[in-house]
T-cell receptor
Framework: GENVEQHPSTLSVQEGDSAVIKCTYS??????FPWYKQELGKRPQLIID?????GEKKDQRIAVTLNKTAKHFSLHITETQPEDSAVYFC????????????FGKGTRLHILP | NAGVTQTPKFQVLKTGQSMTLQCAQD?????MYWYRQDPGMGLRLIYY???????DKGEVPNGYNVSRLNKREFSLRLESAAPSQTSVYFC????????????FGEGSRLTVL
């Protein structure tokens, strides 16, 4: 089955700097790679996703890159702001198989003033 | 739209007691999921239902049972609760073929004494 590894588990960056979170996956059939943000005491919510037919996707200050050959994908947050402080989860799946959706263990991002 | 609704939000049980967590979605999604969230362990899949009438084990199914009552509802039952089942439980739903995005409920915090 799918296995998703996420690093680092904790990340602290100065406000205004960039943050990068990396994930690797094991199942070469996975073709959908979402990122979820979970603020303290709240439910996880999708912030960006990428499918295997593209290598990069951007949405304002966040971007995701995918390297299918190496089976890894990354979340990039630029010009970090205090509201970016949260736990971020990556996941990998193949929606067409209607299979389980497996998450990484999460990264707690702290934005330092 | 309410989205995904879970009940109860909080519950305290004694070891050996049983209980059922209820989940309902009003988005006409085919797929539903139960995850548990523990510190440092991320979101671990307990059971999922790819479509009405089917259920499958996830990463950590032991000690749990599920019922996909109809397209809207997916319940999680603890037959004999153990302290190791103290956790925050999230129900989620998805229309996999449309987007793959998971929509989460607010979570249920369960404490087993």
């Amino acid at each position: 089955g799918e296995n998703v590894e996420q690093h680092p588990s904790t990340l602290s960056v100065q406000e205004g700097d960039s943050a990068v979170i990396k994930c690797t996956y094991s199942d070469s059939a996975s073709n959908y790679f979402p990122w979820y943000k979970q603020e303290l005491g709240k439910r996880p919510q999708l912030i960006i996703d990428i499918r295997s037919n593209v290598g990069e996707k951007k949405d304002q200050r966040i971007a995701v890159t995918l390297n299918k050959t190496a089976k890894h994908f990354s979340l990039h947050i630029t010009e970090t702001q205090p509201e970016d402080s949260a736990v971020y989860f990556c996941a990998a799946s193949n929606p067409q198989r209607r299979d389980k959706i497996i998450f990484g263990k999460g990264t707690r991002l702290h934005i330092l003033p | 739209n309410a989205g995904v609704t879970q009940t109860p939000k909080f519950q305290v049980l004694k070891t050996g007691q049983s209980m059922t967590l209820q989940c309902a979605q009003d988005m006409n999604h085919n797929s539903m999921y139960w995850y548990r969230q523990d510190p440092g362990m991320g979101l671990r899949l307990i059971y999922y239902s790819a479509s009405e009438g089917t259920t499958d084990k996830g990463e950590v199914p032991n000690g749990y049972n599920v019922s996909r009552l109809n397209k809207r509802e997916f319940s999680l039952r603890l037959e004999s609760a153990a302290p190791s089942q103290t956790s925050v439980y999230f129900c989620a739903s998805s229309d996999l073929l449309a987007s793959g995005e998971l929509f989460f409920g607010e979570g249920s915090r369960l404490t087993v004494l």
